[in-house]
């Protein structure tokens, strides 16, 4: 998995519409625009597998939201690790998608309440 910006547009276009976020809070601008946008592809086919991005809310707090093709538990859960911990912080997420739910548990989430999953800064590890 090679974590990278958007290396074509059209790519990510299509992307974007056949795996939609679920939500209608990010346009499409939005997330291309964003300086915290992470797309990661396969070391083999240099195919996009997915993408990751960063937002803060109103208390400062870090959110990750993105999106990935199915089947691919490894890289989805490697790039998810490896985006959390380029920030020095916590790192919240907000998913009611099983599926998403499970993957963010793979990378280091524990489930806060309702939809809200929190992986803490290096996970407890000493730096």
């Known amino acids: ?44 086919d240099g195919q996009l597998k997915g ?16 999106a990935a093709v199915k089947k691919n538990l490894p890289d989805n859960r490697d790039a998810i690790i490896k985006v959390c911990e380029a920030f020095k912080q916590d790192i919240y997420s907000d998913t009611d998608f099983k ?10 989430f524990k489930h806060l309440g309702g939809t809200i999953y929190i992986r803490k800064f290096n996970n407890g ?3």
Do not use: W
């Not at 299509?14 to 300086?35: A, C, K, W, Y």
């Not at 993408?51 to 993105?66: A, E, H, N, P």
């Open 1 to 44: 998995m090679i974590i990278d910006r958007i290396r074509d547009i059209a790519e990510f276009t299509q992307f974007f519409n056949e795996r939609p976020l679920g939500t209608d809070m990010f346009s499409f601008e939005h997330i291309v625009n964003n300086p915290n946008l992470f797309c990661f592809y396969g070391e083999i």
């Open 51 to 66: 993408y990751i991005f960063i937002t803060q809310d109103v208390q400062k707090r870090l959110f990750l939201s993105g």
């Open 99 to 108: 599926h998403a739910a499970y993957m963010l548990r793979l990378a280091g």
């Open 125 to 127: 590890k000493k730096e």
